[in-house]
């Protein structure tokens, strides 16, 4: 478990704790921030008791694969959000999935992320004297937003929850702005392998990364829809607050933008790839062609003198099998010469 808490009254300024017991601080300070890494059930139980949860929401917290959400509890709101993993670990998950190496996948997912293999859930619950933030596996982003509010209190815990609801959102949409990023490097790649070596390329891998791609935009864009909530009539959210949320939500557009041009090239190469493959198959056809014709001239003239007559010329010459052949030699040549002069070759 990894809690951090942070308090601010106007008196004491910013109070900073790192453990449940230190909850009970929240209930004089005027503004609680409390932030919490488990996967303990009674941990997120503890919390929501003191702060009076609902118990449907807490089961939201606890349920892994959770897609995002926004609901009003009267005194709070709850959200859900899926904060993309840093781009060096969704890197290793592509690059292990890609070796059908499962034992490796299973231990960079755990056992939360099975339906959406590149994001983590964080949970959040927002009101006018308390912000809480949960999630059951690692943000490394949020214990830095937790030391930037410590930081400079009074641009961030001193003018509201909303504000440093705020801070986390942008920061969590601008991390998957970069994990998107990341893909775009690797359609480059793709299509780099493609073109020089086609034969080790496997389409399936662009069909995989297409289906990737647009579980990633359906999630951005129920989170964009909840974003859009906050920034326009959500409680809690002060109305001065609301452009920058407003902010976050053309962020959450353009990410979808960036998803949209990625899944695109993803076609583009598909079609390439399978323009490619049709070119190589029609010179191969050629080939054939081409070695077909220039048998068949000669599968006659070897017939000719195959056939079961005394008077065939040549037959009993001592040259005639090198006349023959040279026959076969000049036709064949002949041929050539009128295929690559018609640009058959």
């Given at each position: 478990?990894?809690?951090?808490?942070?308090?601010?009254?106007?008196?004491?300024?910013?109070e900073?704790?790192?453990?449940?017991?230190?909850?009970?601080?929240?209930?004089s300070?005027?503004?609680?921030?409390?932030?919490?890494?488990?996967d303990?059930?009674?941990?997120?139980?503890?919390?929501?008791?003191?702060?009076?949860?609902?118990?449907l929401?807490?089961?939201?917290?606890?349920?892994?694969?959770?897609?995002?959400?926004?609901?009003d509890?009267?005194?709070?709101?709850?959200?859900?959000?899926?904060?993309?993993?840093?781009?060096?670990?969704?890197?290793?998950?592509?690059?292990?999935?890609?070796?059908?190496?499962?034992?490796?996948?299973?231990?960079?997912?755990?056992?939360?992320?099975?339906?959406?293999?590149?994001?983590?859930?964080?949970?959040?619950?927002?009101?006018?004297?308390?912000?809480?933030?949960?999630?059951?596996?690692?943000?490394?982003?949020?214990?830095?937003?937790?030391?930037?509010v410590?930081?400079?209190?009074?641009?961030?815990?001193?003018q509201?929850?909303?504000?440093?609801?705020?801070?986390?959102?942008?920061?969590?949409?601008?991390?998957?702005?970069?994990?998107?990023?990341?893909?775009?490097?690797?359609?480059?790649?793709?299509?780099?392998?493609?073109?020089?070596?086609?034969?080790?390329?496997?389409?399936?891998?662009?069909?995989?990364?297409?289906?990737?791609?647009?579980?990633?935009?359906?999630?951005?864009?129920?989170?964009?829809?909840?974003?859009?909530?906050?920034?326009s009539?959500?409680?809690?959210?002060?109305?001065?607050?609301?452009?920058?949320?407003?902010?976050?939500?053309?962020?959450?557009?353009?990410?979808?933008?960036?998803?949209?041009?990625?899944?695109?090239?993803?076609?583009?190469?598909?079609?390439?790839?399978?323009?490619?493959?049709?070119?190589?198959?029609?010179?191969?056809?050629?080939?054939?062609?081409?070695?077909?014709?220039?048998?068949a001239?000669?599968?006659?003239?070897?017939?000719?003198y195959?056939?079961?007559?005394?008077?065939?010329?040549?037959l009993?010459?001592?040259?005639?099998?090198?006349?023959?052949?040279v026959t076969?030699?000049?036709?064949?040549?002949?041929?050539?010469?009128?295929?690559?002069?018609?640009?058959?070759?």
């Open positions: 478990m990894q809690i951090t808490i942070l308090t601010y009254s106007p008196e004491k300024g910013v900073h704790f790192e453990a449940l017991k230190d909850l009970k601080e929240c209930t300070a005027k503004i609680s921030w409390v932030d919490l890494q488990s303990d059930p009674d941990e997120i139980k503890a919390i929501a008791s003191h702060f009076r949860l609902h118990e929401a807490v089961e939201d917290c606890l349920t892994p694969g959770h897609f995002p959400k926004l609901e509890f009267g005194s709070y709101l709850f959200m859900i959000f899926r904060a993309i993993k840093a781009s060096p670990e969704v890197e290793q998950i592509w690059r292990s999935r890609l070796q059908a190496d499962p034992q490796v996948t299973e231990e960079l997912l755990g056992d939360e992320d099975h339906e959406e293999v590149f994001t983590r859930k964080v949970a959040v619950f927002l009101s006018d004297k308390f912000i809480i933030t949960f999630r059951r596996r690692d943000v490394p982003w949020l214990d830095a937003v937790t030391r930037q410590r930081q400079y209190p009074e641009r961030t815990i001193a509201g929850t909303d504000v440093v609801g705020h801070r986390v959102l942008d920061v969590l949409f601008d991390r998957f702005a970069r994990g998107v990023g990341f893909f775009e490097n690797l359609i480059d790649e793709m299509e780099l392998q493609a073109i020089a070596d086609q034969d080790q390329f496997d389409v399936r891998q662009v069909m995989s990364l297409k289906k990737d791609l647009a579980s990633l935009r359906q999630l951005m864009r129920e989170q964009r829809g909840v974003v859009a909530r906050l920034g009539d959500a409680d809690f959210i002060h109305e001065k607050q609301r452009r920058y949320y407003r902010d976050i939500d053309d962020h959450a557009l353009s990410i979808i933008k960036t998803i949209d041009k990625e899944i695109d090239g993803l076609l583009g190469l598909r079609d390439t790839y399978f323009a490619m493959a049709n070119v190589r198959l029609g010179d191969t056809m050629r080939i054939l062609a081409v070695i077909t014709t220039l048998a001239p000669l599968n006659i003239v070897v017939g000719l195959g056939m079961n007559f005394e008077a065939i010329p040549l009993h010459s001592p040259h005639g099998f090198w006349l023959v052949c076969m030699i000049v036709l064949v040549g002949l041929m050539l010469a009128f295929f690559r002069r018609k640009q058959w070759l």
